[in-house]
């Protein structure tokens, strides 16, 4: 006789089929008829846990944020970082769909879009304001806007994955075009880029002078 599934191994099943499909196909393009028949469940039941499919995205957002978010905080406090890193390196395939639904997500000029990159920076910034209390980050002189450039950082091997793979020689985020991405990253986030604060000060005392009447009027 064939097991029931019990409701919570029930529901992980079912959003992790609507992670797939939408990261896939997208979210209007995704049936809850399609989505329960990939989870191998009536569609009733479906819509018993999440109520509608707009439920069910909302499900497929915070376990995205959550999981993948979740395991950048961990990783802070992680006694064994190296050993952090290397499952997610050894891990891939089971983010996948994850980062599929997140560069979907993002890409789409939708509500829902906009909705999840606010709770991704939200939760960036969060990060790294643990990172700094901690004293493993840097402070910064906005840390907002820092943590909108760390979040879209974050996205651009997920966006251009076709694009960094061809250029590494494989097709796509391979797992070794993953760990050959992996020293170089945290190389420009631990050191940097620039061998001093040149260009920095340039900058900032560009920003300090003021601008000239008729350029603001011209604007």
């Not at 999840?116 to 939760?123: E, I, N, P, Y």
Request: charged share 25%; with cysteine; proline share 4%.
């Amino acid at each position: 006789m064939r097991s029931v599934p019990s409701d919570r191994h029930a529901r992980a099943r079912i959003r992790d089929s609507a992670l797939e499909l939408f990261g896939a196909r997208g979210i209007a393009a995704t049936s809850i008829r399609a989505i329960a028949a990939h989870a191998g469940v009536s569609p009733a039941l479906v819509i018993h846990h999440f109520e509608s499919k707009e439920g069910l995205q909302r499900a497929c957002d915070d376990y995205v944020l959550g999981e993948l978010m979740g395991r950048n905080a961990q990783a802070l406090d992680d006694a064994d970082l190296s050993g952090t890193i290397q499952h997610w390196i050894a891990d891939m395939d089971t983010f996948r769909p994850a980062f599929d639904y997140l560069a979907r997500m993002i890409t789409e000029a939708t509500d829902d879009g906009l909705r999840l990159w606010d709770g991704l920076v939200d939760r960036t910034e969060a990060m790294i304001a643990d990172g700094v209390t901690a004293g493993v980050m840097r402070p910064s002189t906005d840390a907002h806007m820092r943590a909108v450039i760390v979040a879209a950082y974050g996205l651009v091997p997920l966006i251009l994955e076709r694009h960094i793979g061809r250029a590494l020689g494989e097709s796509g985020l391979t797992t070794d075009a993953v760990r050959r991405m992996t020293l170089p990253t945290i190389e420009l986030y631990t050191h940097g880029l620039y061998t001093d604060d040149t260009t920095l000060a340039a900058a900032q005392a560009a920003l300090d002078t003021p601008t000239p009447p008729d350029k603001e009027n011209h604007s």
